[in-house]
């Protein structure tokens, strides 16, 4: 990104609110697909809106925060273990544990964050990736308390024995009131701090800000949203794998973040519509979907480095700009 | 038992080294984080799984010869890498040019896959390699001191390159200041290509070294770049001295910490990097990355 193209941007998130007049017929397309396609639709159409918010929580760290996390699956793994394990070894009721596995997950945040905080950059996307690692190879091998590889599974009805189609509103109805608190965070004044210290943190220091602080709270905030992600697909498979916080979700997420396009805060939420189609698609005509995937990104960072959201901008502009 | 572990764990901190000091280089000069390097690593084991039964079965010019020839090969696969895509983006966003690096990862990945499926393959050792030295009545095995000695061999070698030739006073001052060396009338881009075809060649040498020693199946990339990347952030990136306390002291204490605690030694190493962290808040004698 150019300093013109960032200086554009900058003014752009100051400026931009929420456009009902495309959330709500969004929504309403949503439910309708939702309420005529098949159960198996439907079931996707959960996993897209769960990774969406998966994504978007990556999102306000990566295009706001600008910290590259590269171990953001560690805490959709903690919120679905979080709740899986209230329930399994807890006795918590399920109902009740539906809010174990977002806190869960930001405890982890506000651990690791406190860790990863002290570095910038590099260091930092290394260091988020050491800490994935570890969560992963703890719930992987503690066989005793985590069930080890073989995760845990039949401990309760998948959904709360909600259908596919009432699952579905249900995950719509909280990821879309997930999605507007996290606009709401990135236009609050704290988002302000978020990404003043995400494009100049010396400068943010300068006025004030405790650069770490913000950094860290702004770890925790998206640990949560993951946590809610992955406590949302517990649920929906009635199961929890050491996979989900392996290094697989967390590259899914970055690569939704790029394909949607950095820096927009709908990237994620586009990223993750287009890679899961993509995905579902491409992966049944072709066996080797990483292979295709890798090409595709490739040409993204080498040809259209903004993503979806960079191409749609600019043929809004071509078209005579709508907004 | 403890000495025999010290001895693995010497053998895969010196690969971790190799492994390692090629990230750490590359980064000096590029100021890029080859996620790839791990796929680097993983294509030297397998392309040594190929070429020692063509090469020469059991003996150990063989295997040797056919480390070096894998080694080269990933090494040229680092130059048209360098060549046709991370040229384009030196100087953008960290996240693209992490993404790109994910990208080769990817298609490495599933292309290793295609070729050679997704079971272990079994590398075989060199005859003279498979015995042991006996000290006392303590059975070393011979094949783990025989890479340390390999790899330390590597470690010298490259410092000398470094610190007595010309190319290392480049490599050196590209480090300090690329735009200055540009100035000076050195062809900057050749140092960049230079510079990641060493680091590749290194990533494969350590792949083929240590690939009759361990499974050699297409997961290995994640798993060896964690690991290097954990090397990377105690020792601090760009310092290579730094960068070779960093192994050695994560493979011993893996090798060791396995005995006594099997289940977490990977949380032990987790434990040592979260000390170092805190002792010295930027990874140790590492700058800021700029």
């Known amino acids: 990104m150019t300093g013109q193209d960032l200086k554009t941007w900058r003014a752009k998130v100051a400026r931009a609110t929420v456009s009902w007049r495309f959330v709500v017929p969004a929504l309403a397309v949503v439910l309708a697909i939702n309420w005529m396609a098949s159960t198996s639709t439907s079931t996707m159409m959960t996993e897209i809106m769960i990774m969406a918010l998966f994504a ?65 950059q590099i260091y930092f996307a290394m260091l988020t990736l050491a800490c994935a690692q570890i969560t992963y190879t703890v719930l992987f091998q503690w066989y005793d308390f985590t069930g080890g590889d073989t995760g845990i599974t039949g401990f309760m009805i998948p959904r709360f024995g909600l259908s596919e189609k009432g699952y579905a509103t249900a995950v719509l109805a909280v990821v879309t009131l997930c999605l507007l608190a996290l606009w709401g965070i990135v236009k609050s004044p704290l988002g302000l701090s978020i990404r003043a210290v995400g494009q100049d943190r010396y400068r943010a220091e300068a006025l004030g800000l405790g650069a770490r602080r913000v950094q860290l709270v702004a770890f925790v905030i998206a640990a949560f949203f993951a946590g809610v992600a992955g406590t949302l697909y517990s649920v929906l498979h009635g199961a929890a794998f050491p996979d989900y916080a392996g290094l697989g979700i967390t590259l899914d997420g970055l690569i939704m973040v790029v394909i949607g396009g950095l820096n927009s805060f709908a990237g994620g939420i586009w990223g993750a519509i287009i890679y899961e189609l993509l995905a579902t698609f491409v992966s049944k005509v072709i066996h080797e979907w990483e292979l295709v995937l890798g090409l595709i990104l490739l040409a993204i960072c080498l040809a259209a480095p903004a993503g979806f959201a960079g191409v749609s901008a600019r043929l809004r502009a071509m078209l005579g700009g709508i907004r | 038992m403890v000495l025999i572990q010290l001895v693995n764990g010497l053998m895969e901190g010196m690969t971790l080294f190799l492994i390692a000091s090629g990230l750490t280089l590359i980064f000096g000069v590029t100021r890029i984080i080859n996620f790839a390097h791990g796929s680097f690593y993983m294509l030297g084991a397998f392309l040594t799984y190929e070429l020692v039964p063509l090469i020469g079965p059991g003996t150990l010019w063989g295997f040797f010869a056919a480390v070096a020839v894998s080694a080269a090969a990933v090494s040229a696969l680092g130059i048209l890498f360098e060549m046709t895509a991370l040229r384009r983006i030196y100087g953008k966003d960290g996240i693209l040019q992490l993404i790109v690096t994910v990208a080769l990862v990817l298609i490495i990945r599933d292309l290793v896959r295609m070729t050679w499926g997704a079971n272990s393959v079994p590398v075989q050792m060199p005859d003279a390699l498979m015995g042991a030295l006996v000290v006392g009545d303590t059975y070393f095995p011979l094949f783990p001191i025989a890479i340390f000695a390999a790899g330390l061999t590597v470690v010298l070698a490259m410092i000398w390159v470094i610190y007595f030739t010309r190319a290392g006073i480049l ?18 881009k050749l140092i960049f290509t230079a510079v990641f075809a060493a680091g590749a060649f290194l990533a494969g040498l350590a792949g083929g070294l240590s690939a009759p020693y361990g ?36 493979g011993v204490t893996k090798a060791i910490g396995v005995m006594y605690f099997p289940r977490l030694s990977m949380v032990l190493i987790f434990l040592i990097m979260a000390a170092v962290l805190i002792a010295r808040s930027l990874g140790r004698q590492g700058g800021p990355a700029r």
């Not at chain 2, 490599?171 to 009338?185: F, P, Q, S, Y």
């Open chain 1, 56 to 120: 978007s929580s990556l999102n306000l760290l990566m295009s706001f925060g600008h910290m590259v996390s590269f171990g953001h699956a560690a805490y959709f793994g903690l919120g679905a273990y979080g709740f899986t394990l209230a329930v399994v070894r807890g006795g918590v009721p399920p109902e009740l544990a539906l809010a174990v596995g977002p806190l869960v997950a930001a405890l982890g945040g506000l651990v690791f964050g406190a860790l990863c905080v002290r570095l910038t």
């Open chain 2, 171 to 188: 490599l050196r001052a590209g480090t300090d200041d690329r735009g200055m060396v540009a100035l000076l009338g050195v062809n900057e």
């Open chain 2, 215 to 250: 499974e050699v199946n297409y997961l290995l990339d994640t798993t060896i770049i964690v690991s290097a990347f954990i090397v990377c952030v105690i020792g601090g990136l760009g310092n290579l001295y730094g960068a070779l306390a960093g192994a050695l002291v994560v």
